[in-house]
């Protein structure tokens, strides 16, 4: 996730970092954390911070680390038109194939 892009939106807002981590459920230290680029929230949490901010989802994950494709990037924009438990499901689903693919690296 750009930690520039979120601490840009923050400030655009003229919120606090305390205000964002109430608002979107987490630990003020957490949020902290993930403006200084020391950790990195999980897509349930990048989620909650692109509806918080009412921005598209690519918009919070794209940055120069990681290269998202022409496709993978208008199937995020109709992501975003996905009803709440839609969207939740999909990340359920996204995670546990991360999830698989780091148990296959893993072992092997």
């Given amino acids: 996730m750009s930690k520039v ?3 840009e939106l923050r400030e655009q807002n003229n919120l606090t970092q305390t205000q964002v981590a109430q608002n979107i459920g987490i630990a ?3 949020y ?7 950790q990195s929230p999980q897509l349930v949490t990048i989620e909650k911070l ?3 901010y009412k921005v598209p ?3 919070l994950i794209e940055n120069q680390e990681l290269k998202i494709d022409d496709k993978l990037k208008s199937k995020m924009a ?3 038109q996905l009803e709440d ?4 499901a999909l990340i359920m689903l996204i995670e546990g194939l991360l999830l698989r693919h780091q148990n296959k690296a893993i072992i092997n």
């Avoid at 438990?85 to 939740?88: I, L, N, S, T, V």
Wanted: proline residues 0%; charged residues 45%.
């Fill in 57 to 59: 989802l690519y918009e």
């Fill in 5 to 7: 892009k979120i601490k």
């Fill in 32 to 38: 902290i954390k993930y403006e200084k680029g020391e």
């Fill in 85 to 88: 438990e839609e969207k939740a």
């Fill in 78 to 80: 109709l992501i975003e």
């Fill in 50 to 52: 692109a509806l918080f």
């Fill in 28 to 30: 003020k230290n957490t």
